[in-house]
């Protein structure tokens, strides 16, 4: 066999096995019975340069053994072939991200090699699959696969984010249970319906404040920035502000944390001179001290609920309240008080990041809609002719704007990917081949949701295609909420906001791109989070009191 090798990577390859094998040569000589002096005798007779010669040599005849053993073990499942011998397809996949190209790669694969595909992480198989039924059992059957455990976007630097027990970072076990049941009903449709009036008055009051900062026509507004600060200003409606409007206020602030912890999180973990560059940069440590006040606001909010949860009882609108009851149930032995406190700050924090995905998903669907005139048009109008006095009539008058979010949520879904592993050894999956090991499994909302196999015409945007919901959808191909037991909890209170969002944006406001930008469009798909990268910079424009429609 032709082993092809990568001089870039091999020397710190080589290095890592060969302090491996030393150790282990001189564990064996020293507790295993052969005969101490007998080694030093070995290495006196070759000399420093040849013992370490013989362990280098060692070292990589062990490694490439091993990774010609795990090439072969894995012949029989469907692959693309790999780049070196050492690094399998990781160049590939390297270069592709750095592209912004990588799931157009995955998708090219599944195309070419099967619905489930392998590919290698240097010596270590990783698998990937667009095939619904596969996906539905990653989904659904918890037996058989479990959600990722080491998943490091948890800390910045080794501040603290949401940790490891968030309700939405929690693997699994009876506190994932337990949290999910509290949570749950909060978001139901049933329960928003309760609570319209409110988001319908913070979603409003809050874009009210953001258009005085406007100078119509003339302002240039970074799209991700304002609806970033409006979602943040959002939260008191879920009892955030406490009396004195404390999130509100402050929305500016919480919104530039929460930016800066998006945009660093993911790069922390590059090349090592990438990541001492970063260590020293002015903007990730202006980050970090963000998160620490983040946090800290977070143990405020905690404070002050506590006192009111018990003095009146949990209060089903109140968010905190819920999270104070799903940690207090949450009693296993060895949990203490201050545990309870770090993991309730977990929560809280988790909520100030996940609430803009949901200004990134506007981001995303606004720089798409503003240059798709005949959807601009339509949507528009209909949302200037709305009725907004309850939740079951907003539903019913945008309907074309639902299905304009839904197409949006197609094209660009916040989330890109899911993973899972396998649980046991050898599992079988729906198609007959077998996951040897205890593998991991990856699937891509971007390869499902562009696949020519499940959609007419994949990369044109049209909402039309949502005219009868998703009856016409093959199941487990659109999951930009995912689906399962861990389905996206608040994807109705997105739904919910979104619309108000955009309600309160077009009544009274036309936008359009600034000089230049017309036609521009792109997103960011390198990492977990969408977003635009080009054309959401806007202009306001004020609409004349005739083109308003009635509310």
Known sequence: MLIRIDAGTLPTRLAIF????????????????????????????????????????????????????????????????????????????????SKNQLFDKFGEWVDTYGQTILFWRQYSPKYFTADPD??????????????????????????????????????????????????????????????????????????????????????????????????????????????????????????????????????QFGSIRDVLKMRVDKGVNNTICYLTKLRNISREIIAAKMEEYNTKGPQPDDIIHHVITANQLYDEPGVTDADRITYMTDDIVTIFLVIDNMAKTLANMLVRVMREPRVYKRMVEE????????????????????????????????LMRGIRVTKNENTELNNGLVIKDKGMIFFGQLVLHRSTKYWKDPYEFQPERWENGSKDITPFTYLPFVAGPRVCMGKHLAMLSMKLALYYTFKTHDMTPIAGEEKEMDWDYRFTIVRPTKGYTVNFSKVREDEEGTC
Request: aromatic share 12%; glycine share 6%; charged share 20%.
């Open 18 to 97: 060969s302090g491996v094998i030393t150790l282990g040569i001189l564990t064996t000589s020293l507790f295993a019975g052969f005969d101490p002096a007998l080694t030093l005798t070995y290495i006196r007779v070759l000399g420093v340069p040849g013992a370490i010669g013989c362990f280098l040599l060692s070292s990589f005849l062990m490694h490439t053994l091993f990774t010609y053993q795990q090439h072969k073990r894995h012949t029989d499942f469907p692959q693309p072939p790999r780049d070196t011998f050492f690094d399998g397809n990781w160049p590939t996949l390297k270069a592709a991200q």
């Open 134 to 267: 596969i996906v539905r059992s990653m989904l659904t059957e918890i037996s058989i696969f479990t959600k990722f455990k080491f998943i490091p976007n948890r800390s910045l630097f080794g501040q603290r984010m949401t940790g490891t027990s968030s309700f939405l970072t929690v693997v699994g076990g009876s506190q994932w249970a337990i949290k999910r049941k509290v949570m749950s009903p909060y978001f139901s449709k049933i329960h928003l319906t309760t609570m319209f009036d409110k988001c319908h008055d913070y979603i409003r009051r809050g874009l009210e404040q953001q258009f005085e900062e406007v100078e119509m026509d003339k302002t240039n507004v970074d799209i991700v920035e304002y609806y970033g600060e409006l979602y943040q200003f959002f939260l008191g409606a879920l009892g955030f502000d406490l009396d004195c409007e404390l999130v509100s206020k402050n929305a500016k602030f919480h919104n530039a944390a929460i930016q800066g912890i998006l945009k660093w999180a993911p790069l």
């Open 383 to 414: 949302i200037r002719d709305a009725n907004l006095t309850s939740l079951q009539s907003m539903d019913k008058s945008l309907r074309y704007t639902e299905m304009v979010i839904l197409e949006t949520l197609r094209l660009h879904p916040t």
